[in-house]
């Protein structure tokens, strides 16, 4: 394998394979980045096919990005940190989306995520706080813990009809395992419908815009950190009983850093016990 910089975009030439993956560029990458589909190195073209490990990660200036329909995969921490980054596209061809791939990409205020894309891995989005919508197409099987935790403008997120793992049910602007009724990711204008049993791991974390959240009492779990950094969180309404809250299996620090002490369920109020 041969290392190549070629007209400004680091690459990792497989001679086998003739394919190449974006690499990270010692001089860094900013301004707008157009990732070409094939390149041409000795004479010899190879399909540009994954977008690698750290490879666009803290290029502070890097302001757009489009990425060819030849690339399959974007991976780990791929464009992590890129603070100035507004504009990405993803064209029809990637499957994957790495581990905090975009993670902190706090100026990127909309993506569109292809009807090409099966996974979305952990924290993914974590710290894009200014996205403010995020559709999943119904390509997607499997999406990852905190994909989109601490994305604190999120006002909309919906799950395409059709896809058969997850849903957005009833409007309820958050994503749902369909078959464990578990919401694993919320936002600002969530509404949790009654089928809701569980509440997923990070599934709210960070989401510092939500002001109050009303729980049914079909839900039996509250997972780990699921209200962590939820700084202005000062109403919780239960839709049960007392003693159907304190039934509830509680994730570690699910409600560390929110300012609500109370829980309001229908016959009183249950004190939070506080996260150390």
Known sequence: MTEKIIEGIKYLLEEETLTAEVIKNPN????NIIIPETIVFNEVTYRVTSVGKQAFGNCFSLTSVVIPNSVTS???DAFGGCDSLKSIVISNGVTSIGEAAFMECDSLNSIVIPNSVISIEDNAFSGCSSLTSIVIPESVKSIGEGAFSGCSSLTSVVVAEGNTVYDSREQCNAIIHTATNTLISGCQNTI?????KGIGDSAFYGCDSLTSI???????SIGEAAFMECDSLKSITFNGTKMQWNS???????NCEIPAQIVRCTDGNVKIEECW
């Open 28 to 31: 860094g990458y900013r301004g």
């Open 214 to 220: 009303v729980i049914p009492d079909s839900v039996t």
């Open 248 to 254: 509830i299996e509680l994730g570690d620090e699910w």
């Open 74 to 76: 974007i991976g780990r």
């Open 192 to 196: 949790i419908p009654d089928s809701v």
